[in-house]
Structures are given as C-alpha cells and as structure tokens.
C-alpha cells in the first residue's frame, strides 16, 4: 500500500456531532401527520438533492418544506426544526485536524446547504471561537457550492484533480456506508465510522498521527 498523503474527512457525525432525531422531533412538534412520512414522501422528490447541489433557493426550500407540514408554520419554525440536529463540535476533534494537518495534506467533503453551513459556523464561533472551518483544512468542500453531492463518483473525482491528489495516498473517512462506496468506486481508500465510534480513536488506530503529535 502506498504511504498516506492525503485525507478527505465528513463533517456531519464526523467532526460535528448531530442528532437526526431532533429535527424529526421539532418538525413533529409542527405538523399533524409524523415528519417521517412526509420526510420519506419527499425523498422521492429531487428537494433534497436539489438543496445539497444548491441548485434550489433556501426561500423555495423552505416553503416547499413548510407547504408539507401545516399551512400554519411559520418559516422561522421550520428553520429552527431544519437546524435543531446540529449540535458541538468536540474539542478533541479540532485538536486533531490541527495535529493532522502538520503532516498529511487535510480536505473536508460535506454533503450540506447553505442554512447549515451558516448555523454550524455560528455553533463553532459560540464554541471555540472560529469564524470557519477554513482554520482546520488545506480546502473545505460543501455540496451545496460545488454543484455535486456524495456519493456521486464526479465530486470525488472533481477533489482528487482540483488538489492533484494520487487516490492511492488519500484515504476518505465518513459516517455513511453510501458515501464509503462512492469513494471506494472511485479508488479511494475508505473507512466507515460507525455509530458510537470517534474519529479521534480511528486515527489513532490507523496510527496516522504525525510522530511528533503521538505524545
């Protein structure tokens, strides 16, 4: 196997902590019907898809989203319900990627939108005082400003060109078995992180501390 160069980390279960249910829980708070159907029902539509690409406004969005739920949802209560599953960013985990970054080369690939982006950043600013993620990466990746969304074979491959990155150094770490698929069709090599695991133990795992960060 080739040395590791490079590492392509998730942001949502990865780095930041969420919590689904939350969302769902807010959005039943909302609604006459349970969220997880209309949630399912619209699924089936490109909505989801369209806000990860960016290709949908937040306004159209949100009313789409509030149309489904009950006429008398205020936006304000939809977003709060949209946001509701963000939750901290672990110290530990920043820690990390400033250690990482000393000797790998660090990228964040995130499926997300706009709406998170901007309430995550205010979750780390609140936090630990950091305007962006910007800090912890060589370059930071959302969908939502990119046009492509995991686990699609082109944002993958659309990193690995724009950066000049051999697959055969770069590893992929991420919470969702689709995404680890898409990036090990495109020859990535890739870990899941499965639910109750911490990135912080997998690397250490994999031993891909730089030596002098070991300590």
């Not at 939502?144 to 990193?159: A, Q, S, T, Y």
Request: charged fraction near 25%; charge should be negative.
């Amino acid at each position: 196997m080739s040395e590791i160069k490079n590492i392509i980390f998730d942001l949502g279960g990865v780095i930041i902590n969420l919590d689904y249910s939350r969302t769902i829980n807010e959005f039943n708070r909302l609604t006459n019907k349970p969220f997880e159907t209309i949630f399912t029902q619209l699924q089936q539509s490109p909505l989801f898809d369209q806000f990860d690409k960016g290709t949908i406004s937040e306004s159209d969005f949100f009313e789409e989203l509030k149309n489904s739920l009950y006429d008398q949802t205020t936006r304000e209560e939809v977003l709060h319900a949209w946001n509701a599953m963000l939750l901290d960013f672990p110290k530990e985990r920043l820690e990390l990627l400033l250690k990482l970054k000393s000797g790998y080369r660090v990228f964040l690939l995130s499926n997300t939108n706009e709406t998170h982006v901007r309430e995550l950043e205010s979750h780390l600013f609140q936090q630990h005082s950091y305007q962006n993620l910007e800090t912890f990466f060589e370059k930071v990746y959302y969908s939502c400003r990119i046009g492509m969304r995991k686990p699609d074979r082109e944002i993958f491959e659309f990193v690995l060109k724009e950066n000049n990155l051999n697959k055969n150094e770069t590893i992929f770490i991420d919470d969702s078995p689709q995404h680890i698929q898409g990036a090990m069709n495109t020859g990535i090599q890739s870990y899941y992180l499965t639910k109750g695991r911490d990135v912080v133990d997998l690397i250490t795992e994999l031993k891909l501390l730089p030596k002098e960060s070991e300590h």
